[in-house]
């Protein structure tokens, strides 16, 4: 869930309840969200299609599946390609990096992980 303003800056919410999958020696489903700011950078502009580069910050934190750690995240997605057609958008972004924190008995976790993704939008 998002909005676009200016046709250049983004705000969104990503909401993964118990299907973003961390990477430790026994990984499993997790309930993330994490908030982003975004701009895209335009590459093609016509009257039909819009094509930006969307660039992306963003911070959260996922749990569950996780030995009842609460894992703080920030995520940054360097690369990626948005295509808008009217009042539909596809947003492919690869990789997208994400880092995350815990301290589990004491001693800190760390974990960085990065992953693929395409997202379908309806603007209105």
Known sequence: MGAIIDERHELAIELSPFSYAYYQ???GPTFQVNATYGYRI?????????????????????????GGDV????????????????DFMIDLYAPSFRYAITS?????????????GVGVSYLF
Request: proline residues 9%; aromatic residues 12%; hydrophobic residues 40%.
């Open 25 to 27: 020696p026994m990984p």
């Open 71 to 86: 894992y703080a995240q920030l995520r940054a997605d360097l690369l990626g390609v948005s295509i808008r057609r009217g």
């Open 42 to 66: 335009p590459l093609v502009t016509s009257p039909s299609v819009t094509v930006d580069w969307p660039f992306r910050f963003g911070a959260g934190f996922f749990t569950g599946n996780t």
């Open 104 to 116: 589990v008995g004491g001693e800190t976790a760390n974990v960085l992980s990065w992953e693929s």
